[in-house]
């Protein structure tokens, strides 16, 4: 070593903790796309500082407009759900949108979407929208 003089090499560690993200994807719509048992959902990105880690998927909620029942267990403040699989959906975190299938004819749903890092975060505020009406309009 030069001039007898120990260099030393200090390194540093970075740690990211991930959490679930601390607010809802934005944007949330939904329309119904032609069919009359089915509705097109759409939502942006949850808030750069509020993801928490990388967005791995969403999940969508949905229930009938008047089932108090569902509504109740898809709490916008609270991001464990305990409502029936039906009434739930996942999509790929690179994906923005979902056809949820197999709805009621001219039915109105509520559907709330939540954003996933390692765990769950809050849903967004409820979108009511009707699937289409059923049969031939000639």
């Known amino acids: 070593?030069?001039?007898?003089?120990?260099?030393?090499?200090?390194?540093?560690?970075?740690?990211?903790?991930y959490t679930a993200p601390s607010s809802s994807p934005t944007g949330v719509f939904a329309t119904?796309?032609?069919?009359?048992?089915s509705l097109w959902i759409t939502w942006s990105?949850?808030?750069?500082?509020?993801?928490?880690?990388?967005?791995?998927?969403?999940?969508?909620g949905y229930w009938l407009k008047d089932d108090i029942e569902t509504r109740v267990d898809f709490s916008v403040s609270k991001s464990s759900v305990s409502s029936p699989a039906k009434r739930r959906k996942r999509a790929s975190?690179?994906?923005y949108n979902y056809v949820l299938e197999g709805l009621g004819?001219?039915?109105?749903?509520?559907?709330?979407?939540?954003a996933v890092t390692v765990s769950q975060g809050?849903?967004?505020?409820?979108?009511?929208?009707?699937?289409?009406?059923?049969?031939?309009?000639?």
């Open 1 to 17: 070593f030069e001039n007898s003089k120990v260099t030393k090499l200090i390194g540093f560690f970075v740690f990211y903790y």
């Open 32 to 37: 119904n796309n032609g069919s009359s048992t």
């Open 45 to 60: 990105d949850v808030p750069d500082i509020d993801q928490n880690g990388v967005i791995t998927s969403f999940v969508i």
């Open 93 to 95: 975190g690179a994906s």
């Open 105 to 114: 004819i001219w039915t109105e749903y509520y559907v709330v979407i939540a």
């Open 122 to 138: 809050p849903f967004s505020e409820p979108y009511l929208v009707q699937t289409d009406e059923g049969g031939n309009l000639e």
